[in-house]
């Protein structure tokens, strides 16, 4: 196991595993690369969470389209700037862990997982 391994950073395919708790176990266990900032991302997530449920009872009171859709582009936005945090984590501290290791197949492949996940997030 690397020392990548040892310190918690996921493949995509292990954090792509299933619901919460399924892709902890196994050789990836340990910290994630935003396990410092575990609090403030859980704290931004609930705030994502009540915006969407604001917009569902705007839905429920038949609020003007415009209104609703003004919701529906802060969601994004905020849910955007927690993508880009968490892809700023993964590149350093997954990413450069696994290059100070010297494991240079251990760092390419994290780096073409961040790049994939980047594509994923700028397809509409």
Known sequence: MSENEA???????AAAA???????????DGPHGYASDKEAYLKRMRRVEGQVRGI??????????????????????????VS??????HLGHCVVDAARAGDDD??????REASDAIGRLVRM
């Open 7 to 13: 310190q918690g950073c996921h493949s995509t395919t």
């Open 106 to 111: 251990g760092a390419a492949a994290k780096v």
């Open 84 to 89: 880009l945090a968490l892809v700023e984590d």
């Open 56 to 81: 569902a009872r705007m839905i429920d009171k038949d609020a003007y389209c415009i209104d609703v859709l003004t919701q529906v582009a802060a969601v994004t936005k905020a849910l955007q700037a």
């Open 18 to 28: 299933g619901p919460e708790g399924e892709h902890g176990s196994g050789p990836h």
